[in-house]
T-cell receptor, first 110, second 113 residues
């Protein structure tokens, strides 16, 4: 069961454009993690947010955790071809399991 | 510093057979989790091992079993393989519960024919 809904499912943009990916749930999470996965590889952790309203920046990537800790967004400024990949959000609540969304597949063309 | 190592990278098995997948966690990590990722889906939690015990289990049948060794490495065993078990199996390691994130391996691609 996917508790996290990600949108859009697919995104194809040109280099230099900005984009936002959304991750929504009806459940409250104690922490939310964002990963990027490339074909044939495992997910790589980008960031973990734990406090409602928290904003974290990682170079051109900005992550926000909703005030109610039910949703999150990832904004990329001036996308580059190297940003291409599958972006996955994953929430942790009780226990140790991560609940993943289906992901947003991003393609950035030169 | 080696990350998470999984073997084999690819595997083809026949329906009804059994398979064992292996994982060595990142140095310094003591917890290993296993996930199944079907094509076009996000990873689904199978179980987590800590101190050689299964600490939490996801919604998978008991055909899926695991083990953690004293050196923290882990195995995932799947019995009576079904076509639907074809997927990428990911191992993730962490220190303690992984609240702040996991390090994933590159996975084992299992194809059941």
């Amino acid at each position: 069961t996917q508790l996290l809904e990600q949108s859009p499912q697919f995104l194809s943009i040109q280099e230099g454009e900005n984009l936002t990916v959304y991750c929504n749930s009806s459940s409250v999470f104690s922490s939310l993690q964002w990963y990027r996965q490339e074909p044939g590889e495992g997910p790589v952790l980008l960031v973990t947010v734990v406090t409602g309203g928290e904003v974290k920046k990682l170079k051109r990537l900005t992550f926000q955790f909703g005030d109610a800790r039910k949703d999150s967004s990832l904004h990329i400024t001036a996308a580059q071809p190297g940003d291409t990949g599958l972006y996955l959000c994953a929430g942790a609540n009780s226990g140790y399991a991560l609940n993943f969304g289906k992901g947003t597949s991003l393609l950035v063309t030169p | 510093d080696a990350g998470v190592t999984q073997s084999p990278t690819h595997l083809i098995k026949t329906r009804g057979q059994q398979v064992t997948l292996r994982c060595s966690p990142k140095s310094g990590h003591d917890t290993v989790s296993w996930y199944q990722q079907a094509l076009g889906q996000g990873p689904q939690f199978i179980f987590q091992y800590y101190e050689e015990e299964e600490r939490q289990r996801g919604n998978f049948p008991d055909r899926f079993s695991g083990h953690q060794f004293p050196n923290y490495s882990s195995e995932l065993n799947v019995n009576a393989l079904l076509l639907g078990d074809s997927a990428l199996y990911l191992c993730a390691s962490s220190l303690a519960g992984g609240f702040y994130g996991y390090t994933f391996g590159s996975g084992t691609r299992l194809t059941v024919v």
